[in-house]
């Protein structure tokens, strides 16, 4: 894949997924996005998250968690004790788009681009297409 390697001081996520979470009990959420980041933290590819709140709206919070690949976030979510304890917290957030691939990266530390992991094909073949001509049903 294309993505961005996370660097030796893991500052440089390759995948980054966007929750936004509308919320009367900020106070509450908050403390449940906590605990949630905390456990994904212990898990293999985590790089970062942050948690922000909008200026003009404060009952809108955005979670962003920084993976070194796509995979090492789906595999952490795949964990048990994330399914029991984490899921059901970030299954709260709007239904939107969350999942990034970083492009571009720039700290104290320098700059980093990447080409992207998208196929060529992706703007024109849609869910259920192929892109080849002839297609075989797969064995049952």
Partial sequence: M????ADGRGSAPGFVAFLRFRSRD?????????ESVALLST??????AHMARAIDEPELIVLQLGWDTVGSYRRALSAYDVKVQVVP????????PTA???LHFRDAHGVVDAPGALAADA?????GSASAQIVPPAPS
Avoid at 26 to 34: T, W, Y
Avoid at 89 to 96: G, K, P, R, Y
């Fill in 2 to 5: 294309g993505m961005l390697p």
């Fill in 26 to 34: 900020v106070p509450a959420l908050m403390a449940q996005l906590r």
């Fill in 43 to 48: 898990k293999d590819g985590f790089v970062n």
């Fill in 89 to 96: 917290v970030i299954s709260q957030a709007l239904d939107e």
């Fill in 100 to 102: 990034f691939e970083v």
């Fill in 123 to 127: 703007g024109t073949v849609s869910l």
